[in-house]
């Protein structure tokens, strides 16, 4: 992430996940009543994400509330029979964990802020889909992927931008689809 990511604006819900962050750790005894409460009120008048990033600086990032613009923990789409999205604006982990039985996940990069260097997805699919989405420049590569009678496409083969991510993508396909492809022009 660069320094001017620090400058976007922080919404209700970017809000409400380091207030449920400050809670955990006031829970475990990290912060006292006084502290809570004081960090709450500057969450609540928050306005950029690195407003927010001082208010959990001094405190240890738990994987399922990373704070709004850090990309840490892991995300995880599991489906059985229906669909599942992460697409428009939103800050990509160091991981991806995608799973899905007969229905279908859709991953889009293309709006995404992206901080890592390398980005892990474990896809794994039965009879579903598991479509990907990655800006240009971005470089994939598929590794240790296997399939029964499933199909495997990786349509993003461009040579990769030096500073762009690459995502890195291992998992299994049973008789579904795993497929990765650039958005379209």
Known sequence: MTDSDGLLRASHADRDVVIEQLRVAAGEGRLTLEELEERIERTQSAKTYADLRALTADLPLNSSLAAPGTGGGVLELRTKHGNVQQKDYWVVPARIVASCTSGNVKIDFTEAVCSHREVLLEATCGMGTILVIVPRGWT??????????????????????????VLRVTGRVGLGTLKIKYPRR
């Open 140 to 165: 994939v590569w598929v590794d240790s992927v296997t399939t029964n009678m499933g199909t495997i496409s990786n349509k993003a083969t461009d040579p990769g931008r030096p500073d762009a991510p």
